[in-house]
């Protein structure tokens, strides 16, 4: 069995690392067969081409197999636990065992997008403690940096290769979400105001305006607005009450940045599923759901928040 569940470890989350098309397919395809014989719902999440081969492999049987495209669904990595692994769990709610494949990092995933995608991994491992989960999470060992490789045995305790199983000693993904809370530079010349709750109004004008300037136009602009709105309003009344808004364009997305003098404090804050009956709590949520990507850096001197929107 693909990471073999103990009594005292109902979530499992190991790390497949693959070279070539039929190590991916070994390592896939019997995972969600031995899933599916035994009664488990199963999904898979990963880019479009990885979805084929296991459908190939699968046959008949992938009907039986939830299918999504991680390239649109994950291509935010900050949604990827809320609105794919939490969502299919969540639905499964007599289930003895859920199975999921998630591919999030693969060749191709930009520079400022890795760090958000290696948090992604270690909060999956707080995301699912205690739950009847496994979560297998590929990865391309003939093609991703060696850096990703590293970071893999740091964010998953069990890691799967064409050798067979082993624990990794690097396993500390706590260790991850700190290292990858990287400050975050602003560009020289980004627009930039100052606001507190009374000026609220006038920020996000002020946003659209810039946005407007930097040629964003219809549901784009909608989309930016909503997200300087949630910012904005959670740093008010979650943070120090005040802050500071920059934009600008950066290659074909608008960046939108809010930082006040809070410190974020839930690692997991905006990728939980919310109680319906509950609230409030769904801000950062929102803007994960908004925006292509979201980095956060929290710390003792406060904490910014930047989401990158289609232009």
């Known amino acids: 069995m693909t990471g073999t569940a103990t009594p005292h470890e109902p ?13 991916y397919i070994a390592g896939t395809v019997p995972f969600l067969r ?3 014989d035994a009664g488990e719902p199963a999904a898979v999440a990963a880019p479009p081409d990885r979805l084929e081969l296991i459908r190939e ?13 991680m390239t649109r669904a994950g291509r935010n990595p900050g949604r990827i636990i809320p609105g794919v692994l939490l969502e299919f769990a969540d639905a499964q709610p007599g289930a003895r065992r859920v199975r999921i494949i998630g591919e999030p990092i693969w060749q191709g995933r930009s520079a400022v997008e890795y760090p958000a995608c290696v948090q992604h ?9 205690g739950r009847a989960v496994t979560i297998l999470c590929p990865y391309d060992a003939a093609r991703l940096e060696e850096r990703a490789l590293n970071d893999a045995l740091a964010t998953h305790p069990v890691v799967i290769d064409a050798e067979g199983e082993t624990r990794s000693t690097a396993y500390g993904p706590e260790r991850i979400i700190a290292r990858y809370n990287e400050p975050l530079l602003a560009p020289l010349g980004a627009a930039t105001s100052s606001f507190a709750a009374r000026t609220l109004p006038d920020v996000r004008d002020f946003a659209v305006s810039r946005a407007r300037s930097l040629g964003v136009s219809g549901v784009s602009l909608g989309d930016l607005e909503l997200a300087v709105a949630e910012l904005t309003t959670n740093s008010v009344v979650h943070g120090a009450g005040s802050g500071i808004l920059r934009i ?3 290659g074909d997305r608008i960046v939108c940045e809010v930082h006040d003098g809070g410190q974020l404090t839930d690692p997991l804050a905006g990728r939980r599923r919310p109680n319906p009956t509950q609230p409030g709590g769904r801000g950062l949520l929102l803007v994960h759901q908004l925006a292509d990507l979201v980095r956060i850096h929290t710390g003792p001197d406060g904490t910014t928040v930047r989401c990158y929107l289609p232009g």
């Open 34 to 36: 031995e899933g599916l």
């Open 57 to 69: 492999g699968l046959g008949e049987r992938a009907a039986e197999v939830r299918f999504i495209d």
């Open 11 to 23: 979530f499992v989350h190991p790390a497949l690392f693959y070279r070539g098309t039929d190590q």
């Open 121 to 129: 991994e270690a909060l999956i491992n707080a995301a699912f403690t």
């Open 248 to 250: 600008w364009a950066e």
